[in-house]
């Protein structure tokens, strides 16, 4: 009974003492990180190949087994799990529990950064993402309009999820079913032939004025061939200004014999709200913050 005696005997000390404590824990909870989930990692990552034109034997053969052969060689791994589909594959892989994710992502970089050179030329990629039920999307908004074009909805989406990656609390904000914008060329064969070039002149042109524009592709009739260029131009301007020929002093540009114009490119990806065209905006949770903030 001494200790009940000593609260009693010391009734100021117990009453501060007790605030205290009970303000130091209305302070903890309010500066505790809280999440909608629990935020951990994993140690897994996901490495994923593409091969367009193959068939999954020639992947397998070809591209999955000297990867799986180059991360097996990684220590703690626990397992592979490799999934192949015309064209592409995705190799789940997963390492015993307790081992540091930084080291094993590392890992798989290694091996794959090891094969890649030895991999098919046709291989258009292969990206290594780290696994992590921390990279949960958090928010999600939805811009909707049945009117708004393709090229407006990206651009405002992109501006919404700019401003939230802004907010302190945001680790990543992605835009998803957007199409991606592109400058289109529609050449004109008639105008080529008036003027004696050819549509080789006028391909060449443009790959000659931006050495590492990403490729395209060109439509004739129900067919669509790929188009392998380099560089970029700062605006559609700079593309219509691009120098096809000088026949006899007279410069003619990619505008004279082709229309420019900026549009949207194919759709991936269809994403709707309540039936209603949408493009979603969504923002990933820091580590440590406060969700409530957020």
Same mark, same amino acid.
């Not at 802004?166 to 998803?176: L, P």
């Not at 199409?179 to 105008?191: A, L, S, Y």
């Given at each position: 009974?001494?200790?009940?005696?000593?609260?009693?005997?010391?009734?100021?000390?117990?009453?501060?003492?007790?605030?205290?404590?009970?303000?130091?824990?209305?302070? !903890?909870?309010?500066?505790?990180?809280?999440?909608?989930?629990?935020?951990?990692?994993?140690?897994? !990552?996901? %490495?994923?190949?593409?091969?367009?034109?193959? *068939?999954?034997?020639?992947? =397998? +053969?070809?591209?999955?087994?000297?990867?799986?052969?180059?991360?097996?060689?990684?220590?703690?791994?626990?397992?592979?799990?490799?999934?192949?589909?015309?064209?592409?594959?995705?190799?789940?892989?997963?390492?015993?529990?307790?081992?540091?994710?930084?080291?094993?992502?590392?890992?798989?970089?290694?091996?794959?950064?090891?094969?890649?050179?030895?991999?098919?030329?046709?291989?258009?990629?292969? =990206?290594?993402?780290?696994?992590?039920?921390?990279?949960?999307?958090?928010?999600?908004?939805?811009?909707?309009? =049945?009117?708004?074009?393709?090229?407006?909805?990206?651009?405002?989406?992109?501006?919404?999820?700019?401003?939230?990656?802004?907010?302190?609390?945001?680790?990543?904000?992605?835009?998803?079913?957007?199409? =991606?914008?592109?400058?289109?060329?529609?050449?004109?064969?008639?105008?080529?032939?008036?003027?004696?070039?050819?549509?080789?002149?006028?391909?060449?042109?443009?790959?000659?004025?931006?050495?590492?524009?990403?490729?395209?592709?060109?439509?004739?009739?129900?067919?669509?061939?790929?188009?392998?260029?380099?560089?970029?131009?700062?605006?559609?301007?700079?593309?219509?200004?691009?120098?096809?020929?000088?026949?006899?002093?007279?410069?003619?540009?990619?505008?004279? %014999?082709?229309?420019?114009?900026?549009?949207?490119?194919?759709?991936?990806?269809?994403?709707?709200?309540?039936?209603?065209? +949408?493009?979603?905006?969504?923002?990933?949770?820091?580590? *440590?913050?406060?969700?409530?903030?957020?």
């Amino acid at each position: 009974m001494r200790l009940p005696r000593l609260a009693v005997q010391n009734r100021a000390f117990v009453a501060v003492a007790t605030a205290l404590v009970v303000a130091v824990g209305i302070q !903890s909870f309010r500066s505790m990180p809280q999440s909608e989930d629990p935020q951990f990692d994993i140690s897994a !990552s996901r %490495v994923i190949a593409v091969f367009p034109g193959a *068939g999954p034997e020639d992947i =397998e +053969s070809l591209v999955v087994d000297p990867l799986e052969a180059a991360i097996n060689e990684a220590d703690d791994l626990d397992r592979i799990e490799t999934t192949i589909q015309d064209g592409i594959a995705v190799l789940a892989v997963e390492f015993d529990a307790g081992t540091d994710p930084d080291a094993t992502y590392d890992d798989v970089l290694q091996a794959v950064a090891q094969v890649r050179p030895s991999l098919p030329e046709g291989v258009a990629l292969v =990206e290594v993402n780290r696994s992590s039920p921390r990279l949960t999307p958090v928010f999600q908004a939805a811009l909707v309009s =049945e009117t708004a074009s393709d090229l407006v909805l990206s651009r405002e989406a992109d501006r919404l999820a700019d401003a939230i990656e802004r907010v302190d609390a945001v680790q990543s904000a992605d835009v998803w079913a957007a199409p =991606e914008p592109e400058i289109r060329v529609g050449i004109d064969p008639e105008r080529l032939r008036e003027l004696g070039l050819t549509l080789g002149q006028a391909l060449g042109a443009v790959q000659a004025a931006a050495p590492s524009l990403p490729g395209g592709s060109v439509d004739a009739g129900d067919r669509r061939f790929t188009v392998q260029t380099s560089g970029d131009f700062d605006s559609i301007e700079d593309v219509r200004r691009v120098v096809v020929a000088a026949p006899e002093g007279r410069v003619v540009t990619l505008s004279d %014999v082709a229309a420019v114009d900026l549009a949207s490119g194919d759709d991936a990806h269809r994403a709707r709200l309540d039936g209603q065209r +949408s493009v979603f905006v969504t923002a990933v949770q820091r580590k *440590g913050t406060n969700i409530f903030d957020l």
